[in-house]
């Protein structure tokens, strides 16, 4: 059974970034394939980027293109979503999924960024 | 990229009648659809997937069907635990694209 869990809640100013992690355990992440999805406030979900196990690379959603970054440490198991430049507007809960076949089967508890002057 | 419309918005029901939930893509995903239930603070759980597969552990009265274009969601008696925001995703296309959701509450 795969578990996912996510870094502390994040309050951040404009412009600044922030970098979530999400540490797994029952598997190791080299067996996985790790999301990042976003919900805004009363919103819907949002995908963010991931590995893609095909390509053997990162992909990101257009919209987060030069902004973001998702990385992974294999030592610790640990994958990470760093999202710079911050505006109120990606204040959201940003969760961690592992993607099997397009299928997002688990998903971290989610971390609260909160942007806010 | 695939734009999915989820409808009706909000789904009024008493508990153990059916719900029905529509997932409609702005083109064809073929079968590659999956449905999740997400609960006021919770992360989304998956309930089904390949449009009709249930996931683990997910019960027989939730089901699923439909392919290309046009997808149901179906909760054949509504238990308590049901009432939550029900969101479809296809995966047939990069980027995946979820639904803006279903929230089905208490009549």
């Known amino acids: 059974q795969v578990q996912l869990v996510q870094s502390g809640a994040e309050v951040k100013k404009p412009g600044a970034s922030v970098k979530v992690s999400c540490k797994v355990s029952?598997?190791?992440?080299?067996?996985?394939?790790m999301h990042w999805v976003r919900q805004a406030p009363g919103k819907g979900l949002e995908w963010m980027g991931g590995?893609?196990?095909?390509?053997?690379?990162?992909i990101y959603a257009q919209k987060f293109q030069g902004r973001v970054t998702m990385t992974e440490d294999t030592s610790t198991d640990t994958a990470y979503m760093e999202l710079s430049s911050l505006r109120s507007e990606d204040t959201a809960v940003y969760y961690c999924?592992?993607?099997?076949?397009?299928?997002?089967?688990?998903w971290g508890q989610g971390t609260l960024v909160t942007v806010s002057s | 990229e695939i734009v999915m419309t989820q409808s009706p918005a909000t789904l009024s029901v008493s508990p153990g009648e059916r719900a029905t939930l529509s997932c409609r893509a702005s083109?064809?995903?073929?079968?590659?659809l999956a449905w999740y239930q997400q609960k006021p603070g919770q992360a989304p759980r998956l309930l089904i997937y390949?449009?009709?597969t249930r996931a683990t552990g997910i019960p027989a009265r939730f089901s699923g069907s439909g392919s290309g274009t046009e997808f149901t969601l179906t909760i054949s008696s509504l238990q308590s635990e049901d009432f939550a925001v029900y969101y479809c995703?296809?995966?047939?296309?990069?980027?995946?694209?979820f639904g803006g959701g279903t929230k089905v509450e208490i009549k």
């Open positions: 999924a592992t993607q099997w076949q397009g299928i997002f089967d688990y």
């Open positions: 029952g598997y190791t992440l080299t067996e996985l394939s």
């Open positions: 590995f893609d196990p095909e390509d053997g690379e990162t």
């Open positions: 083109q064809s995903v073929s079968s590659n």
């Open positions: 390949g449009a009709s």
């Open positions: 995703q296809q995966y047939n296309n990069w980027p995946f694209t």
